[in-house]
């Protein structure tokens, strides 16, 4: 019998991605879409590429109306808006994934700080899962409420997971350089989004202070057991969608070579712990050493391509990571998350690109 799933914020990017996925997911029966709006309309009048592929309407969002249709509901809505309508899904007895940034923190206090609004939801927020299945498929299974992570902390995490907690960087020299196409702004237009204003240019945003910092942040501190502050800049790029993300390190050991035989890691031994650490990961490409991801090789796809590289004058590690942010940053980590909470191959209706 397939699982009859919903999605509330069906008219954003994320939302259209959820619809796209779902439609084709064999254990999956989507039976209701909605969003902030006054009335009915097909979904064609928002996307027409679905014309002929499902007659799905979008209604106003009626949170018991959607409870008695659903078993599961994914939350494609703005900050801020997901924790007024998790806590009615939850008490209805329906799993929630939401990818919002409204349940990613543990701490709400530096949720609040950087998003600028009382979390209205704290008691939930204490059970919520971060649904990256590659560091906590295990709490997902059993999760009644995934926060699903951001692009960019997605983009950066799976860069550094593998190297923190082994004593070979030094954490305090974290540097992350991202680049992101428009469609991570979301649908709604702002005045560095018109094509006129972004196209044929690359300008970094929010610079020491952007929201997905401290998301960053708390995660790589839990992998490494320590407190740890990166430098990350963003990029806003002429381009639709995926993100580049450039991380660099600080080696506290020596590069091995001859003239140094005390404390040495090797490029090959930097390159074994990522290919271990992700050998069993169906969405985690670890390219060659030194070849370079790309985010063409990743659009429309839930893959994250990692590039390492030993910068051996500097002493420096490289990583450089490529996914799609509308995808492995939003809707098919979500999806993914969804289907290891279900019992499901969790490759299920994400290997289409």
């Known amino acids: 019998m397939k699982i009859p799933v919903g999605v509330v914020g069906a008219k954003g990017y994320a939302g259209r991605e959820l619809i796209k996925i779902l439609l084709s997911h064999p254990d999956v029966e989507l039976v209701s879409l909605s969003d902030k709006i006054d009335t009915t309309e097909p979904i064609v009048q928002t996307f027409p590429q679905f014309r002929k592929i499902t007659e799905l309407i979008i209604e106003p969002t009626n949170v018991e109306k959607i409870n008695r249709k659903v078993k599961v509901v994914f939350l494609a809505l703005p900050h801020s808006v997901s924790q007024e309508y998790a806590p009615a899904f939850i008490s209805a007895g329906k799993k929630v994934i939401d990818l919002s940034a409204d349940f990613r923190f543990r701490d709400v206090t530096t949720y609040e700080k950087y998003y600028k609004i009382e979390h209205r939801a704290k008691k939930l927020n204490k059970e919520a899962v971060y649904g990256m299945p590659e560091l906590f498929r295990d709490l997902i299974r059993k999760a009644r409420l995934i926060a699903s992570p951001g692009c960019y902390p997605t983009s950066v995490i799976l860069g550094l997971a593998p190297i923190m907690g082994s004593g070979w960087i030094d954490v305090n020299t974290i540097i992350a350089d991202s680049k992101s196409g428009v469609s991570g702004a979301g649908r709604t237009p702002s005045p560095t989004t018109h094509y006129y204003e972004c196209n ?152 289409h690109f």
């Open 200 to 351: 044929e240019s690359i300008r970094p945003y929010s610079v020491a202070s952007h929201r997905h910092t401290p998301e960053i942040e708390e995660k790589i501190s839990e992998l490494a057991n320590q407190k740890i502050t990166i430098t990350f800049t963003p990029h806003l790029t002429p381009m639709d969608r995926g993100i580049l993300s450039t991380i660099y390190v600080n080696l506290t050991c020596l590069h091995a070579d001859k003239h140094r035989q005390s404390e040495n890691v090797s490029e090959a031994d930097i390159y074994k712990r990522y290919e271990k650490f992700y050998s069993e990961e169906p969405f985690v490409r670890l390219l060659p050493y030194g070849e370079m991801p790309a985010t063409k090789s990743v659009l429309f796809s839930n893959f994250c391509d990692i590039g390492l590289k030993l910068d051996t004058r500097t002493n420096r590690l490289i990583i450089a990571t490529a996914i799609d942010n509308l995808i492995k940053g939003a809707s098919g980590q979500a999806v993914q998350a969804f289907n290891i909470s279900m019992g499901i191959d969790e490759k299920t209706g994400l290997l």
